[in-house]
């Protein structure tokens, strides 16, 4: 069964940056679909990042297009989302999450996805 164990999460001034781990273990597939969500209070849980890990394709968000990217290391069993240019907006609790895959990976549509992480909290002030 696969577990996802986020980190990295923290505090940030607007225009600066944060990286967030996703840790990776007790898989037993060898390619998956991994998303980066976040959750703001009354909003509805937004997908920002998408990678697939069999191939490495990755795709974003309008909202965070040119400042977030999303990478893996194989080598660590790890998802990063590397966070530059953050904003006042960006605070949220961010989550990894993902589903088995043989191709195809969807960036958002979280029904689909059957394994999630703790989540870790970001702030973001002006």
Do not use: H
Request: charged content about 15%.
């Amino acid at each position: 069964l696969l577990q996802l164990v986020e980190s990295g999460g923290g505090s940030a001034q607007a225009g600066g940056s944060l990286r967030l781990s996703c840790v990776l273990s007790g898989y037993t597939y060898s390619s998956y679909c991994m998303n980066w969500f976040r959750q703001a209070p009354g909003k509805e849980r937004e997908g920002v990042a998408s990678i697939y890990t069999g191939g490495g394709n990755t795709d974003y968000a309008d909202s965070v297009k040119g400042r977030f990217t999303i990478s893996q290391d194989n080598a660590k069993n790890t998802v990063y989302l590397q966070m530059n240019s953050l904003k006042p907006e960006d605070t949220a609790m961010y989550y990894c999450a993902a589903f088995n895959s043989f191709g195809y990976c969807s960036l958002g549509e979280y029904t689909r996805f059957g394994y999630w992480g703790q989540g870790t909290q970001v702030t973001v002030s002006s």
